[in-house]
Nanobody
Framework: QVQLAESGGGSVQAGESLRLSCEAS????????LAWFRQAPGKEREWVAD???????DVTYSVQDRFNVSRDNAKKVLYLQMARLNPEDTAMYYC????????????WGQGTQVTVSS
């Protein structure tokens, strides 16, 4: 089973950038679709971005002008580059993995906290 571990979160000021990473261990994750989710305090978990095995990506409309998702299959790392952060981006960020022909996510990381202050 693939295990996922996020890193790169932290506390930043509004307008700054962060890059989150999600490292995978286990068997070959190149054949899986990956995603980022986030959950702010008191809110439901929100899908942020998907990336397919060929690198094709989809980012939720609310952040697609500021966030970029990518993957390095050789290093088994998923990235989320976040720019011009604002306090509404404060959340726990999670990466997740699924078979590309299924909708259910089968592995989740523990999350990395992003806190943006104004």
């Amino acid at each position: 089973q693939v295990q996922l571990a996020e890193s790169g979160g932290g506390s930043v000021q509004a307008g700054e950038s962060l890059r989150l990473s999600c490292e995978a261990s286990g068997y070959d994750y190149r054949y899986y679709c990956l995603a980022w989710f986030r959950q702010a305090p008191g809110k439901e978990r929100e899908w942020v971005a998907d990336i397919f095995t060929d690198g094709t990506a989809d980012v939720t409309y609310s952040v697609q002008d500021r966030f970029n998702v990518s993957r390095d299959n050789a290093k088994k790392v998923l990235y989320l580059q976040m720019a011009r952060l604002n306090p509404e981006d404060t959340a726990m960020y999670y990466c997740a993995l699924r078979r590309c022909d299924e909708h259910q996510y089968i592995s989740w990381g523990q999350g990395t906290q992003v806190t943006v202050s104004s």
